[in-house]
């Protein structure tokens, strides 16, 4: 079965038809700048033209850097403010005409790790961190997503921690590995102390293999820690694969 996923982002709008049994791309995906500004409709068009792209007729499945419940979106990180309170499958169904289940990114890239990546098969506490422009988090026990629980956000020594550990911090203030790799492991421990999982998982543009093998051995955890296996497709299958739930009829979303 295939299920359009859709990953907005802060630069880009990527999607790609998923097999959302084995979890993978069954075309080339599709990648459009996130136009400026961000705004519900400006972004909802260049779905739309993903969407004519495929042809797609099918489901859609979006992902997208804020905290959606029951649809709406609560929050909006690197993407224009009036999402705040948008419900996002409406709004993606007004422009496509398929029907929509809408999630937060790193939850999104969360569940593609645990049923295709580095998380699959694993049933105990499990953390998903997705590191880039900013720090997004899934927490998973026995396989089931804790959503929107935000860890970017918490504060480390009176900064956000996203804006002090995040990718996007190493570049804004060029700073080398090791003295990145010293802030994010500051994050890790603070991050273990308030959860204690047995298994973190980093995504993002970091846990690429020639990026993460500068850093990786200056961290040390409790938690087994390990790069994701997914990189920069994991919010577009997770993304899919989530809206699996629009074909069970019962469910509102
Ligand atoms: C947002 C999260 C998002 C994360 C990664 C944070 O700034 O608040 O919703 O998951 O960035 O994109």
Redesign the pocket.
Known sequence: MEILGIDI??SGVKGAPVDIRRGVLTAERCRIKTPKPATPVAVAKVVARIVKHFGWQGPVGCAL???VKHGVAL?A??IDRGWIGTHVPRLIEEHTGCRTFAL????AAGVAEMAFGAGRDRHDYVLVL?V??????AIFINQTLVP?T?L??LELGGHEA?VYAADSARKREDLSWRDWARRFQRYLEHVEFLFAPDLIIVGGGISRPKKWAKFADQLETQAELVPARLQNEAGIIGAAYSARILHQPEVTV
């Open positions: 982002g802060g850097p804020a905290r929050t990180a690197n937060n990114d790193a939850d997705t880039g422009t900013g720090i997004g988090s929107n935000e970017g956000h996203e």
